[in-house]
């Protein structure tokens, strides 16, 4: 599976941006999506994933309320509608495409096996 994300900026705080990621080369529908992100000085962490259907989703509390994982099977994509964005915000984001069955796993990055090359997503104060 390969995945292209796209979508990230500049914006200031209380902005939005939508990230975008599309896939190619595998059955989209068979897999849970995710996004992770990652600051300079930081380790990868989780975002927000979504099942295969989009019946379920999971968010960090860090982003819940102003964060909106959706995927839209017929167009392989997954997108993360990013509200009130902050500069805490400013990161590579990834998306990354799982066949983890057990939600609990859906947060951590080794349960993807693959992954897209990243956008930068930059929030000024």
């Known amino acids: 599976v390969q995945l292209q994300a796209s979508g990230g900026g500049l914006v200031q705080a209380g902005g939005s941006l939508r990230l975008s990621c599309v896939a190619s080369g595998g059955t989209f529908s068979s897999y849970v999506m995710g996004w992770f992100r990652q600051a300079p000085g930081r380790e990868r962490e989780f975002v927000a994933a979504?099942?295969?259907?989009?019946?379920?989703?999971s968010y960090a509390d860090s982003v819940k309320g102003r964060f909106t994982i959706s995927r839209d099977n017929a167009k392989n994509t997954v997108s993360l509608q990013m509200n009130s964005l902050e500069p805490e915000d400013t990161a590579v984001y990834y998306c990354?495409?799982?066949?983890?069955?057990?939600?609990?796993?859906?947060?951590?990055?080794?349960?993807?096996?693959?992954w897209g090359q990243g956008t930068q997503v930059t929030v000024s104060s």
């Open positions: 990354a495409a799982s066949r983890a069955r057990i939600p609990y796993l859906w947060s951590e990055s080794s349960s993807y096996a693959y």
């Open positions: 979504i099942s295969w259907s989009g019946g379920t989703t």
